[in-house]
């Protein structure tokens, strides 16, 4: 079986070396297409509609945006742990965006993660997820974005070091890894399942941040939607367990991809940018199927808090994270945790105080968070960070108070933990 299993590997790598070898001499016979005429796109105006409609529910925006650029003209630069990535102009452009670009080479793109010059895009574009959207579809976007107006802003070259800047290397990567269709991280066969499945895992790509990664930058299709940590902010669980687990029923996650603010906490970071640019537009009835699939057919019952022992409360209320809450967080949270409405979240059932990993929290205390408007004429205020204000063992201590008082997990957090994220 095990030597059975070294010659299967041992073929496929065979594969992939002859596979790479033979693209990248087609690619330096051949030639990829960078000529060509302006395309000019004449589509019917529902066509149009629905492509800006779909553009926003796969969230373009926010890739292809840099905070101060022009939008969809690219230069938003994106961390890797392989280096830095920075996303491309695809306004209609002729020189630097996709002005050249046929429908057929804007498929070929998100379906096979191909430029049009015949070379290989990273993984960065999630082409990954987006290999399972409809070619229908896919028009529809490419029809609304060639009506959009052309910024001639040139694209960034990626900075990444040998070998991960060969990419050619992609092909093998591809062979490996890509596959037509992500695992369901959830039960269910409606209609209402089946289209939240296409929002969640095609369009929405969410799995891009909150899938698991191997060592090759692979989403770990094993476990789909189970959380991973790209940077300090980590992207949390949200199968059906770990929402509820951390108290998400139906309706507050509704209003949560509607709004960006629920009771259990107000979008920040990567998901604050996700609602405001994509899952904030979506109808009504795509919103219920997010969350039919997100939760399954068959939602389980969101967890309620464990009571706190009366002992390991009175030690609490007179340790040093409560002097701590009281100095620098209860003037804004208030002494209940209970927060201001529309101004400052509540601490008590607070979905990061229940992730079982402390890290967002710890980051959010130390860095602070920027303010934020929500749809709706919501908004929240800005929280300060703390990190020259407390010591490790002293963050520690305070975010242990908060996970167990409000967020009912052991007081597990160390000054390590801290230091790490410092």
């Known amino acids: 079986?095990?030597?059975?299993?070294?010659?299967?590997?041992?073929?496929?790598?065979?594969?992939?070396?002859?596979?790479?070898?033979?693209?990248?001499?087609?690619?330096?016979?051949?030639?990829?297409?960078?000529?060509?005429?302006?395309?000019?796109?004449?589509?019917?105006?529902?066509?149009?509609?629905?492509?800006?409609y779909l553009a926003e529910a796969a969230d373009c925006a926010a890739c292809h945006s840099a905070p101060v650029g022009a939008p969809l003209a690219g230069g938003l630069a994106m961390q890797t742990g392989f280096g830095t990535i920075y996303a491309t102009n695809i306004t209609p452009d002729p020189e630097d965006g996709i002005g050249r670009w046929s429908a057929d080479d804007f498929w070929d793109a998100l379906h096979d993660g191909l430029r049009r010059d015949g070379r290989q895009l990273y993984p960065a574009m999630p082409y990954t997820s987006y290999r399972g959207m409809t070619r229908a579809d896919a028009d529809a976007i490419y029809a609304w974005l060639m009506q959009q107006k052309p910024m001639k802003v040139a694209n960034r070259p990626t900075e990444l070091g040998f070998p991960y800047n060969l990419r050619i290397a992609m092909i093998g990567w591809n062979l490996l890894f890509l596959t037509n269709s992500i695992p369901?991280?959830?039960?269910?066969?409606?209609?209402?399942?089946?289209?939240?499945?296409?929002?969640?895992?095609?369009?929405g790509h969410c799995g891009e941040c909150h899938t698991p990664r191997g060592l090759l930058g692979e989403m770990e299709l094993s476990r789909p939607l189970r959380g991973f940590a790209f940077g300090?902010?980590?992207?949390?669980?949200?199968?059906?367990?770990?929402?509820?687990?951390?108290?998400?029923?139906?309706?507050?996650?509704?209003?949560?991809?509607?709004?960006?603010i629920a009771r259990q906490g107000s979008a920040?970071?990567?998901?604050?940018?996700?609602?405001?640019?994509?899952?904030?537009?979506?109808?009504?009835?795509?919103?219920?199927?997010?969350?039919?699939?997100?939760?399954?057919?068959?939602?389980?019952?969101?967890?309620?808090?464990?009571?706190?022992?009366?002992?390991?409360?009175?030690?609490l209320a007179e340790g040093a994270g409560r002097t701590s809450y009281v100095a620098l967080c209860a003037g804004c949270h208030g002494l209940e945790g209970n927060g201001i409405p529309?101004?400052?979240?509540?601490?008590?059932?607070?979905?990061?105080?229940?992730?079982?990993?402390?890290?967002?929290?710890?980051?959010?205390?130390?860095?602070?968070?920027?303010?934020?408007?929500?749809?709706?004429?919501?908004?929240?205020?800005?929280?300060?960070?703390?990190?020259?204000?407390?010591?490790?063992?002293?963050?520690?201590?305070l975010a242990n108070y908060l996970r167990v008082v409000w967020g009912?997990?052991?007081p597990d957090v160390t000054a390590a933990a801290v230091r790490a994220l410092r």
């Open 408 to 410: 009912g997990q052991q």
């Open 268 to 315: 920040f970071a990567e998901m604050h940018q996700a609602v405001v640019l994509s899952t904030r537009n979506l109808s009504t009835d795509d919103n219920t199927a997010m969350v039919a699939y997100l939760l399954g057919d068959k939602p389980p019952p969101p967890a309620t808090l464990p009571t706190i022992d009366p002992a390991a409360a009175n030690a």
């Open 184 to 203: 369901a991280s959830s039960a269910g066969s409606s209609a209402a399942w089946q289209r939240g499945r296409y929002l969640v895992d095609v369009l």
């Open 342 to 397: 529309n101004t400052v979240v509540a601490l008590r059932n607070n979905s990061t105080l229940r992730l079982a990993d402390p890290q967002n929290l710890i980051v959010a205390m130390l860095d602070g968070i920027g303010p934020e408007t929500f749809p709706h004429r919501a908004a929240m205020s800005a929280m300060p960070g703390f990190a020259d204000k407390l010591s490790d063992e002293q963050a520690a201590t």
């Open 1 to 52: 079986m095990i030597l059975r299993r070294w010659l299967r590997l041992g073929v496929a790598a065979m594969a992939v070396v002859v596979a790479a070898a033979a693209a990248f001499v087609a690619i330096r016979l051949l030639g990829g297409e960078t000529g060509g005429p302006a395309q000019v796109v004449n589509a019917p105006a529902d066509v149009i509609a629905r492509g800006k």
């Open 232 to 260: 300090r902010v980590a992207a949390p669980d949200i199968t059906p367990a770990g929402l509820a687990s951390r108290g998400w029923s139906a309706a507050s996650l509704g209003t949560y991809l509607g709004r960006g």
